[in-house]
């Protein structure tokens, strides 16, 4: 299996400008999740996904953030308007029953 | 509610020295414990886990972890550390509450100097 995948890498866009991350799950895991990583707030859980059902978002900051999961080999953040302050890594992961989160490479974000 | 301490945020050792990095939990019912690395521009990536059984847990790159209940630690030891084990460590606990969620600890970075 190719692991949890993510695009883009990085993004550098303007404030004001809608920016979509994706990310595709380990194939048979039946969780995902979106978390956020930066310097100053650490590691932060965004919002989690059950079969494709949306769990807990009380993570996402505010209503500029929004995540979706079409389907069990996809799923979408998107920020609308983005910010500088939305500037951070963002990760994906998902898991089966066996616990342990697998981890996509990040999308770095640059909002200038 | 779970939560995770891992009181230094940075550890320094010597290449061939033994290094521990600290974690301690608070989760009710039974602990499910985890170590993940993070390499420079790189995901996390799952180090080890204890579930149930032996207190000393192995895993990857020579890493093993100490589960101790009474003084709620899962500490992270290696017998010899190498220049390439330094890396941002996280510990995290896993929610009982059903759903597969882990809350993390803030990270310490190891430093293991030649």
């Known amino acids: 299996d190719a692991g949890v995948i993510q695009s883009p890498r990085h993004e550098v866009t303007e404030m004001g400008q809608e920016v979509t991350l994706r990310c595709k799950p380990i194939s048979g895991h039946d969780y995902l999740f979106w978390y956020r990583q930066t310097m100053m707030r650490g590691l932060e859980l965004l919002i989690y996904?059950?079969?494709?059902?949306?769990?807990?978002d009380s993570g996402m900051p505010e209503d500029r953030f929004s995540a979706k999961m079409p389907n069990a080999s996809f799923s979408t953040l998107k920020i609308q308007p983005s910010e500088p302050r939305d500037s951070a890594v963002y990760f994906c992961a998902s898991t089966d029953t066996s616990y342990e989160q697998y981890f996509g490479p990040g999308t770095r974000l640059t909002v200038t | 509610a779970q939560s995770v301490a891992q009181p230094e945020d940075q550890v320094n050792v010597a290449e061939g020295n033994p290094l521990t990095v600290k974690c301690t939990y608070s989760v009710s019912g039974n602990p499910y414990l985890f170590w993940y690395v993070q390499y420079p521009n790189r995901g996390l990536q799952f180090l080890l886990k204890y579930i149930t059984g032996d207190n000393l847990v192995k895993g990857s790159y020579g890493f093993e972890a100490e589960f101790n209940k009474s003084q709620t630690s899962f500490h992270l030891k290696k017998p010899s550390a190498l220049v390439s084990d330094s890396a941002l460590y996280f510990c995290a606990v896993r929610d009982n509450s059903g759903y597969s969620t882990l809350t993390f600890g803030k990270g310490t970075m190891l430093l293991v100097s030649p």
């Open positions: 996904f059950n079969n494709n059902v949306p769990i807990d």
